[in-house]
C-alpha cells in the first residue's frame, strides 16, 4: 500500500509539473484563459500531492518526494494540450483505482475512506477535459472559436474554483 500511495505522489507532482508547463505554453501562445486553468490544474494536483504526503506521514510511515520528470516545454496546438491533459489524468486514474482496490482488499479501512475524496476528484477532473475537447471538436480551431473556447476555459475555471 505504501508504494502506491507513494507512486501517487509522484503522479501528482509530475502533473504539476505538467500543467505549470502547459500554463506557461499557453500564455507564451496568446491564451490566457487555458494558461490560468492550467495554473490552476497545477496548484490544484500539487494540493492532492501535499494531502497524500500528509496522509502517509499521518499513519506513522515517512512519505519520501519524488524526483519530478522533464515535461515537455512546446506542444503541437492547443487541442494537443489538452488531449495530454486528458491522457494524463486517465494514467492518474489508473494508478487510484489500483490502490482502491488493494485497500479494499486488504481491508485498510483507513487508506479506503482516505482516498474516496481522490476518487470523486479524478471523476470531476476527467469529465472536465473530455469536455474540453468535446468543445474543441465542436467548434473548432479557427481564429473566433479559439477565441471563445479560450474565453469559456477561463470562465468554466470560475466555477470550478
Not at 482496490?101 to 479501512?109: F, R, V
Amino acid at each position: 500500500m505504501f508504494e502506491l500511495l507513494e507512486e501517487q505522489i509522484s503522479l501528482e507532482a509530475n502533473a504539476s509539473q505538467l500543467y505549470l508547463a502547459m500554463a506557461t505554453w499557453c500564455e507564451s501562445s496568446g491564451y490566457p484563459g487555458a494558461a490560468k486553468f492550467f495554473y490552476n490544474r497545477s496548484e490544484e494536483e500539487r494540493e492532492h500531492m501535499m494531502k497524500v504526503i500528509r496522509y502517509i506521514n499521518k499513519i506513522g510511515a515517512h512519505a519520501t518526494i519524488p524526483g519530478i520528470k522533464q515535461p515537455p516545454v512546446n506542444y503541437d496546438s492547443f487541442e494537443a494540450v489538452f488531449q495530454l491533459a486528458y491522457e494524463n489524468e486517465k494514467d492518474v486514474t489508473a494508478s487510484i483505482n489500483k490502490t482502491v482496490n488493494l485497500s479494499k482488499e486488504e481491508k485498510d479501512h483507513f487508506t479506503f475512506n482516505f482516498l474516496q475524496w481522490l476518487v470523486d476528484e479524478q471523476l470531476e477532473e476527467e469529465q472536465m477535459f473530455e469536455s474540453i475537447l468535446t468543445k474543441i471538436k465542436l467548434i473548432g480551431l479557427d481564429g473566433r472559436g479559439i477565441y471563445l473556447l479560450d474565453k469559456e476555459i477561463s470562465d468554466m475555471d470560475n466555477k470550478v474554483q
